[in-house]
């Protein structure tokens, strides 16, 4: 049963964004390439629930994701038998059964995951749709240079129970020039994987590696399949991507990314404070003359940071209302003296536009000094979504 209330705000998602996102990254190749939607950390921020079928009504039948838990909601939240949902990371052996039984594809980093796998699809007489991740210099997970041929090897001898839908790696930062020699150097060993996997595969998987970073400033790294994240969100991974992307494809004088997500809520109070008086906890912000202000109920545990305390600021009625005291747990208290019209019930937008003026994700990410991927994924999960145009 959901719940009967209605929460302190709530995200809206534009599909006419989304739309656009997609045409312009399908843009940005002559390849026929397949694109997999990362929806990791709650689809950033936008809801995986509410965002895959959305997602889906775009074209898009692949989604990509951190973990198991994350694969369950996908999976009850698409709309099209045929669209494919991959883990990217963390699946426990107990839950193998479950991916293999409902076609999950998953990455194999280790031979212990492989050798479990088959026991578990032989077992199951089903096939295990696999990606094997390679080791090629991010460090963190994935087969190493001297693992790459026993394990083609391997898999291709287990291939009545494994199929291998692909071979990965992962760049360590492709979104800054200052990592191009090290992602270069990785690019280099895994066209090396390439050569080797085409003597063992009689039919080749997916050769995939690019995040939105790398598939935006290096196109000789496409491959046959792209995971793309934040760019699909209308976000840029850096600026300096931005800025690349912008120098090579000058008909776009103006951002072509355009932001999926608002976060809105509205004011819940106003009240007037006299002149040498502290507005909220402490004496963290003196009123140096008489002031209306507004409570908002969001707070840093919704995301809104308590670094934004008397820096950050919102909209009301189209002007920037600033943060006034210190950002509770559940409310803040903002500025209205010159917005005289302002009454309780008024829509209040912490990201997005409203009336001409626009706060950015961006913008937010620089008051809070957080990523645009921490502020995204930090908007609570049970908040509702709603889907506009």
């Not at 997609?22 to 390849?31: E, M, P, V």
């Not at 997500?261 to 140096?288: C, H, P, Q, R």
């Amino acid at each position: 049963m959901s719940k009967p209330f209605l929460f302190p705000s709530y995200i809206e998602l534009d599909k006419k964004a989304l739309q656009t996102n997609i045409q312009f990254l399908r843009g940005r190749t002559d390849k026929n390439l397949k694109i997999s939607v990362v929806i990791k950390g709650n689809a950033y921020g936008h809801g995986i629930s509410t965002f895959l079928p959305m997602a889906e009504e775009c074209g898009m039948n692949h989604f990509s994701v951190f973990s198991a838990d994350e694969a369950f909601d996908a999976l009850n939240a698409r709309t099209n038998p045929e669209t494919r949902i991959m883990i990217m990371g963390m699946i426990r052996n107990e839950e193998l059964e479950w991916a293999i039984e409902n076609e999950i594809e998953f990455y194999l980093f280790e031979n212990s995951r492989l050798d479990k796998a088959y026991a578990v699809a032989k077992k199951m007489g089903k096939k295990a749709n696999v990606h094997l991740q390679l080791e090629t210099g991010m460090n963190r997970t994935g087969f190493h240079r001297e693992e790459w041929e026993p394990l083609f090897k391997k898999v291709n001898s287990l291939k009545e129970d494994i199929t291998v839908a692909g071979i990965c790696t992962h760049y360590a930062g492709a979104e800054s020039m200052a990592n191009h020699y090290r992602v270069q150097r990785q690019n280099e060993q895994f066209r090396e994987a390439v050569r080797l996997a085409k003597k063992y595969f009689d039919k080749l998987p997916l050769f995939h590696t690019s995040s939105s970073a790398a598939y935006l400033t290096y196109p000789e790294m496409h491959y046959d399949m792209v995971r793309l994240g934040i760019s699909v969100y209308g976000l840029w991974p850096s600026r300096e991507t931005f800025m690349y992307a912008l120098k090579k494809n000058r008909k776009h004088a103006d951002d072509p990314l355009k932001r999926v997500l608002s976060w809105k809520s509205e004011i819940m109070s106003t009240k007037w404070v006299d002149e040498g008086e502290f507005i909220g906890y402490g004496n963290i912000f003196l009123a140096s003359s008489r002031m209306r202000i507004a409570t908002v109920p969001i707070g840093y545990s919704h995301g809104f940071g308590r670094n934004l305390t008397n820096a950050g600021y919102v909209l009301i009625h189209g002007e920037r209302a600033r943060v006034v005291g210190l950002v509770n747990m559940n409310m803040i208290t903002v500025e209205i003296t010159d917005m005289p019209k302002t009454a309780k019930g008024d829509e209040v937008v912490l990201i997005g536009a409203q009336e001409g003026q626009d706060i950015t994700v961006a913008s937010f990410s620089e008051m809070t000094n957080n990523l645009n991927y921490e502020v995204l994924t930090r908007i609570p999960q049970d908040f509702p979504r709603k889907i506009k145009g």
